[in-house]
């Protein structure tokens, strides 16, 4: 049983195109987050939400907008790609909001190439 | 600007010996702190969080916190090949903030 997963693992577009990104959790967390990991695998947390509310979002470009059905998805849809976008994208959840001992469990990642 | 630093490495240590790995961060108001190790093209996992000053045992692996020092250790005892991987510290403020990871190396 997969506890967070992805689609696609794998994304290569164009400049200029439209794409999404989906993630689902079966683990029953309330949270769930995008994170950003580039080329020097710094991990950087994108957006967060909680129970279907947006908590945290980070300085990001508004071509990315998150989108939360319910609690457990959090899709991520990009505008007019750029090239500075190529990343590994992570969905993520957790039981709680930056508690104490809120682990966060990550999905597979998606690899993101924009030509 | 809340930050959390590591040497970026890469760390060789011989298979067997202790890996000490190292992460700094910048606001003493911190909750809690994660180790995640993380393979070459896989996702980050958890190996273990402390929010205690101390030492916690699990296993091979011992975090060790400091918070006058604001420093927070993780200790491989018997290192193996299969440890080489990235190791990412994580900070949690008001949100969590993972540090750039550094890669270790076991030789066998």
Known sequence: DTAVSQ????????????????????????????????????????????????????????????????????????????????????????????????????????????? | QKEVEQNSGPLSVPEGAIASLNCTYSDRGSQSFFWYRQYSGKSPELIMFIYSNGDKEDGRFTAQLNKASQYVSLLIRDSQPSDSATYLCAVIWDKIIFGKGTRLHILP
């Open chain 1, 7 to 115: 689609t696609p693992k794998y994304l290569v577009t164009q400049m200029g195109n439209d794409k999404s990104i989906k993630c689902e959790q079966n683990l029953g967390h309330d949270t769930m987050y995008w994170y950003k990991q580039d080329s020097k695998k710094f991990l950087k947390i994108m957006f967060s939400y909680n129970n279907k509310e947006l908590i945290i979002n980070e300085t990001v470009p508004n071509r990315f907008s998150p989108k939360s059905p319910d609690k457990a998805h959090l899709n991520l849809h990009i505008n007019s790609l750029e090239l500075g976008d190529s990343a590994v994208y992570f969905c993520a959840s957790s039981q709680g909001l930056a508690g104490p001992t809120d682990t966060q469990y990550f999905g597979p990642g998606t690899r993101l190439t924009v030509l």
